[in-house]
C-alpha cells in the first residue's frame, strides 16, 4: 500500500515563499508519477505540478514560480512555491500514479494525501 502525508503548509504573505513535502511509503517510489494538486472550496482539484522519472510539468499558472521536485533516496517529493499569489491560497494534495505518464486528471491518481492547508495574504 502506498500512503502520502503532506507537510509544509501555513501562512504566507503575498511574495513569499513556501516549500511543501510529500513522503511516500513504498519500494517503487522511484517509478511513480507524483503530482500536487491544489482545491479551494467549490472547486475542482485541480493540476499545479506532476513529475515523472525525466520531466517535470507544470499548470500554466504556476509556470516559472512553483518548482517540484523529488528525492527518491528519502522517498519524497517537494513543491517549492515562490513569489505566491493570493490565487495560490488553497489546500494542496500529494498524488501518485503507478505510471511513467504525468497526467494533469485528479482521476488519473489512485494515491492521496489528506492534504496541506496554503494561505497567501495580501
Known amino acids: 500500500q502506498v500512503h502520502l502525508v503532506e507537510s509544509g503548509g501555513g501562512l504566507v504573505q503575498a511574495g513569499g515563499s513556501l516549500r511543501l513535502s510529500c513522503a511516500a511509503t513504498?519500494?517503487?517510489?522511484?517509478?511513480?508519477?507524483m503530482a500536487w494538486f491544489r482545491q479551494t472550496p467549490g472547486r475542482d482539484r485541480e493540476f499545479a505540478a506532476g513529475?515523472?522519472?525525466?520531466?517535470?510539468y507544470y499548470a500554466d499558472s504556476v509556470k516559472g514560480r512553483f518548482t517540484i521536485s523529488r528525492d527518491n533516496a528519502k522517498n519524497t517529493i517537494y513543491l517549492q512555491m515562490n513569489s505566491v499569489k493570493p490565487e495560490d491560497t488553497a489546500v494542496y494534495y500529494c498524488?501518485?500514479?503507478?505510471?511513467?505518464?504525468?497526467?494533469?486528471?485528479?482521476?488519473?491518481?489512485?494515491?492521496w494525501g489528506l492534504g496541506t492547508q496554503v494561505t497567501v495574504s495580501s
Open positions: 513529475i515523472n522519472r525525466l520531466s517535470a
Open positions: 513504498g519500494r517503487a517510489f522511484n517509478t511513480y508519477t
Open positions: 498524488a501518485a500514479r503507478p505510471y511513467d505518464y504525468v497526467s494533469q486528471r485528479a482521476v488519473d491518481y489512485i494515491h
